[in-house]
Structures are given as structure tokens and as C-alpha cells.
């Protein structure tokens, strides 16, 4: 969403842009129902739908959808941050920048609303590397 807005009017997807880590470069898509993130071993990112009560080793955070958009709760003695500043639960906004753990990996939150193409301008390239710069510890 080249125009700056932090919500798009009539949401069609949601997705996590990997920006650093072994998923760099990798888009996860967010479905409409919970997702757990895992982290593999490697610091893959993956995302699983989460069942109710269903607990699996190495889940870093649960994504619930909320208004549109989705909120990011940290796992059980998990570190996540969110544009830098360390969170238990956030309701993510287009373009924030999460970061799962205490080295990374770094993935920004993208909403893509109807009409608007879901490829990246030279901005939004320029704008990755210094939010990078910004909220990486």
C-alpha cells in the first residue's frame, strides 16, 4: 500500500514479508482463523493452524484475526518484539515489524487491500532496509 494509509479499507490478505533469516525474502500468508508461528532449529518461519489446547514444541506466538487485521500474542516465556519494543500481545497495523526471539528472525506484517497490488515499490524495498536498521537490536 504505496499510500502510507496503516489500514486498508476492505482487507483481502494479510501476510508476513520475511526481512531477515533463513525465510528471507519468503512471504508466510495469513489465513482468517488462528495460526500458531513456530520457529524451526534453523529459525524457519512457519505457520500452523492453531487447535484449541494443542501445544507443540517450538511455537513462538499465536496470530488471532481482530478487526480486520490480526493480533500477535507471544507464547509462554517467548521474547517478541514488535517495531522494537517487546510485546506479550499487540494488534499488528500494516507495516509493522515483528522480530521472533532474541535473534531474529525479522518478518513485516503486510495487509493487501482490493485494488492494490501485492508487489513491492522501490520505496517499500528502501523502507524495509532502514526499518531493519531501526528496530533490530
Known sequence: MADGNDTAPSIRA????H????SRGGVTWLGGSALDIYL???RFVRAVEARVGETREGRVARLHPEAGSFEI????????????KRI?????RH??????GESGPLSRFRLYGEGKPARKTLGEIFSNCIDYLRVSR
Not at 88 to 92: A, I
Open 40 to 42: 524451526s532449529p534453523e
Open 14 to 17: 494479510a501476510a508476513l514479508e
Open 88 to 92: 506479550t500481545h499487540h494488534r499488528l
Open 73 to 84: 500474542e507471544a507464547a509462554e516465556d517467548e521474547r517478541i518484539w514488535v517495531n522494537g
Open 95 to 100: 507495516h509493522d515489524m515483528i522480530e521472533f
Open 19 to 22: 526481512i531477515t533469516g533463513p
